[in-house]
């Protein structure tokens, strides 16, 4: 497992009964997680001090309970970049933390591409808040963020802004991934390096169910051909509990391996827990590289 433990201003304090306490610089949220199937004790004084707590409903969905009163919104630092955080109506804040690990991937592989006299395109497919966007261009790459939702992807161009990267090399482009993908193809562009982040489920503004189980295998088949002739890397993110890193790491073989030389590697990302000092499993990356990562 690969863990985001160079955090500062975050910190996952403890986990018990389906949730987890951590602090987002100074404030401390309690939010549902439903990994955490363990019954610990609550030891831990911060779970009575939460200054909001996200309680799920039974019905679908749920609502923030405050404590004490919060600014609409705050930011925290990752190294030298800086992000808006805000609590959502889906308990989410804007912000996985756990990625961190892989920004210092992408940001490596940049950089070491760019000593070698490379200029590196990045698209960034389902790229939500835009963390990995950022550590993208801070390393010196040119990207192309997609998502679907105007709304998220104002929120990344608020946390380029932030971290003085808006005036960096970058596309902001509000659409569906696949659908651009394919304008992509019919217009013969093509990346050094295609970052996706998809949902596990939903519905497009059409009603369209959106399975990842269902749907991966012809998105990854789709973003091959917009990969440049001598591709970086390819990076797939997931969070489904049906969908392993070995079946990833299959998956990303026999489509972006299949014609290329090149290494497939999946591995689970993690965020290390303060109580216990254990390390909480946050989802999975598979990835191919053109060079070998293990060495």
């Not at 306490?21 to 363990?38: A, G, H, Y």
């Not at 109506?89 to 961190?100: N, S, Y």
């Not at 902001?172 to 217009?187: A, H, L, S, T």
Request: glycine share 10%; hydrophobic share 35%; proline share 4%.
């Amino acid at each position: 497992m690969r863990v985001a433990s160079n955090w500062q201003d975050y910190e996952l304090i403890d986990t018990s009964s389906g949730e987890k306490l951590e602090r987002w610089k100074n404030v401390t949220l309690i939010r549902p997680d439903p990994q955490i199937i363990w019954k610990t004790g609550r030891e831990n004084p911060g779970w009575n001090r939460a200054d909001a707590h996200y309680h799920r409903s039974r019905a679908g969905g749920g609502k923030w309970e405050y404590m004490h009163k919060l600014p609409q919104n705050w930011q925290i630092s990752y190294k030298d970049l800086t992000f808006k955080i805000s609590p959502t109506g889906f308990k989410h804040t804007g912000l996985f933390p756990e990625q961190a690990v892989n920004w210092d991937l992408f940001g490596n592989l940049i950089r070491e591409a760019k000593e070698e006299g490379r200029n590196i395109s990045v698209l960034n497919l389902f790229a939500y808040t835009g963390g990995a966007t950022l550590a993208c261009l801070k390393a010196g790459a040119s990207v192309c963020h997609v998502d679907a939702s105007k709304g998220m992807v104002q929120w990344a161009k608020e946390n380029a802004a932030l971290s003085h990267l808006e005036n960096q090399p970058v596309r902001w482009i509000v659409d569906d991934c696949e659908k651009f993908i394919q304008r992509e193809i019919r217009r013969g562009h093509t990346y050094d390096a295609i970052i996706m982040d998809p949902p596990s489920y939903g519905r497009g503004p059409g009603g369209e169910v959106w399975q990842l189980e269902e749907k991966i295998y012809d998105l990854l088949s789709l973003c091959c051909g917009v990969l440049s002739d001598r591709p970086l890397f390819v990076a797939l993110n997931s969070y489904s509990t049906g969908l392993s890193g070995a079946v990833m790491a299959y998956l990303m073989g026999v489509t972006v391996g299949r014609e290329r030389t090149g290494f497939v590697s999946a591995d689970e990302i993690g965020l290390p827990v303060t109580e216990g000092g254990l390390v909480l499993p946050c989802g999975s990356t598979a990835l191919w590289t053109e060079k070998d990562l293990s060495r």
